[in-house]
């Protein structure tokens, strides 16, 4: 097989795009908006370790409040991370956009677990409210964050989907502080409707997931234009 050459497709789909992938993985690192991620992460973290500047550390009330603000930063930051500067030259890639996406997210997810680790140790014992339900909202305000990039993907043709997703983030934030604690996400989880408040985050974090997924699929005018599995397409990253 000459260098450069695309298999056929006897040789086996799933092989192929192994290789196809793992070629494609430091072309993809190269291309995430680091920026924006590095901004919105240094942001928060230094909203968690806020708590420790003052003498006395504040109680679980004021830490729910800084962490659900850094989880905010946090997913603002994640609201760029479908930005694709060669969008145009990366449809024609025989691998499609859930696979591009995917690899995308395969790189950033252990980061953004360090990170909220991270956030969740600069907090004094004192201060940190339970991890387990304040996690639960910050995935779900991560998911959030990408279901409206992926929207935003899907539906414009624009290189750059994370400046309106983090617009639209910042909206939906702003409404849900103005529902009140009884329907709304902002009740503490020891206050009476602390149990509910929980049940509509994951009500959150599932919709939003499977918003993300049906809207990661690929157009049905580019299927019907694709040739086959690989076509003859050039392997390009985004």
């Known amino acids: 097989m000459r260098v450069g050459q695309i298999p056929s497709a006897g040789t086996g789909r799933a092989p192929v795009t192994a290789v196809l992938l793992r070629s494609l993985l430091p072309r993809v690192w190269r291309i995430l908006p680091w920026k924006a991620l590095a901004a919105a992460g240094g942001l928060g973290l230094l909203l968690a370790g806020s708590a420790r500047w003052t003498e006395q550390a504040p109680g679980e009330d004021s830490g729910l409040v800084l962490l659900r603000l850094t989880a905010l930063t946090g997913a603002l930051g994640l609201a760029y991370v479908l930005d694709d500067p060669a969008r145009h030259t990366t449809v024609t890639s025989p691998l499609g956009r859930p696979l591009r996406?995917?690899?995308r997210l395969a790189l950033v997810a252990p980061l953004a677990a360090l990170w909220w680790t991270a956030a969740l140790l600069l907090l004094p014992d004192a201060?940190?409210?339970?991890?387990?339900?304040?996690t639960l909202?910050?995935?779900a305000m991560a998911t959030c964050?990408?279901?409206l990039a992926t929207v935003t993907v899907r539906f414009t043709d624009g290189p750059k989907a994370g400046r309106p997703a983090a617009i639209w983030l910042?909206?939906?934030a702003a409404l849900a502080a103005l529902i009140p604690d009884r329907w709304g996400l902002t009740a503490a989880p020891w206050d009476p409707w602390g149990e509910a408040t929980q049940l509509r985050w994951a009500v959150v974090l599932g919709v939003t997931t499977l918003a993300s997924m049906a809207c990661t699929a690929e157009p049905l005018r580019r299927r019907s234009g694709m040739r086959g599995w690989f076509g003859a397409y050039p392997a390009q990253c985004g």
């Open 127 to 134: 201060t940190r409210p339970p991890l387990g339900r304040t």
């Open 137 to 139: 909202e910050a995935a």
């Open 170 to 172: 910042g909206v939906a």
């Open 145 to 147: 964050a990408l279901a």
């Open 101 to 103: 996406t995917g690899l």
